[in-house]
């Protein structure tokens, strides 16, 4: 079974060139007659960590969402993983077992957890692989344990999610993503929800997946964090890329009024 997230390439062969993963063209999108995202064109290359930040309000959260289609995006915004488009918004073109496929290239963890209560951490990160047929039960049970044990969990395997932290929960909620071998991880303010004393845990996990070559995009509030793993910060204002470029500048070295002032009460 080929298993792209345990054994990835080394870090040092990862060719940050070699592979466009996410492009966005344009990418707009209106609730009504407000327009959240205005305009919004991001490429990111196999293995490369970008972290969004912005004020409250801004379209990070709804940025996310059009990637795989939980939102809709307005007509005209193409958003291509891995050289393919996600979904058409022209309808004859629209082909729900294209997007359902499409969907299983994009991991996505949320702020809440959303894991099924009714399940055990194991049984949480197997269902999305059986439900789709990707392997023999015991092949996906085999995977799902070494996810559990990746992500720290070799010992809460059979518990419940209200037997286990926040801390707990949200990194099954990363090994559930991973559990359908993802081209491209997007990760919600993973932590905001989570006691400070918990928040480190999912940071690590987060922080070896990166330096294991995943694709990750990532909206946080933890710039240390941001500062640490991301090969690119980008800075939201208004439903726009109003400024981006390494941690060293953007963090640092501000262009922007809006991105210093945003930084000195985030910092
Ligand atoms: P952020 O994640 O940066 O805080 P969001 O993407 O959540 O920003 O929200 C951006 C704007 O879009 C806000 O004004 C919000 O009220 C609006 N918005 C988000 N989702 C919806 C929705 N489902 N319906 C209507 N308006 C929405
Ligand atoms: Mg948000």
């Not at 419940?160 to 929960?169: E, N, T």
């Not at 491209?184 to 987060?206: G, I, N, R, Y």
Request: charged share 25%; aromatic share 4%.
């Amino acid at each position: 079974m080929k298993d792209t997230v345990m054994h990835p390439e080394p870090a040092t062969v990862v060719d940050h060139q070699s592979k466009r993963m996410l492009e966005l063209i344009g990418l707009r999108k209106s609730f009504g007659a407000n327009q959240v995202l205005k305009g919004v064109d991001l490429s990111m290359n196999q293995g490369e960590v970008v972290s969004i930040i912005g004020a409250s309000g801004s379209g990070k959260s709804t940025l996310l969402r059009c990637i795989n289609w939980l939102e809709t995006p307005d007509k005209g915004s193409t958003i291509m993983v891995d050289g393919r488009q996600v979904g058409h918004d022209d309808p004859a073109r629209a082909s729900r077992r294209d997007l359902a496929r499409r969907r299983t290239e994009i991991g996505m963890v949320f702020q809440h957890f959303n894991l099924f209560p009714n399940m055990t951490a194991i049984e949480n990160v197997m269902e999305a692989p059986l439900a789709h047929g990707r392997g023999t039960k015991p092949e996906i049970r085999a995977l799902a344990e070494e996810l559990l044990a990746r992500v720290g969990l070799s010992e809460r395997m059979t518990h419940h999610p209200s037997q286990l932290s926040g801390g707990q929960q949200q990194r099954v909620a990363i090994a559930r993503a991973l559990a359908m071998k993802p081209k491209l991880m997007l990760f919600d303010e993973v932590t905001s929800a989570l006691d400070p004393e918990l928040v480190d845990e999912v940071l690590k996990v987060m922080k070896g997946l990166a330096e294991d070559g995943m694709t990750m995009l990532f909206v946080t509030h933890e710039m240390a964090f941001a500062e640490d793993v991301s090969d690119r910060i980008i800075f939201m204002a208004d439903g726009a890329i109003l400024e981006e470029g390494p941690p060293s500048e953007v963090l640092r070295k501000p262009r922007h009024d809006r991105t210093r002032s945003f930084l000195s009460r985030a910092m």
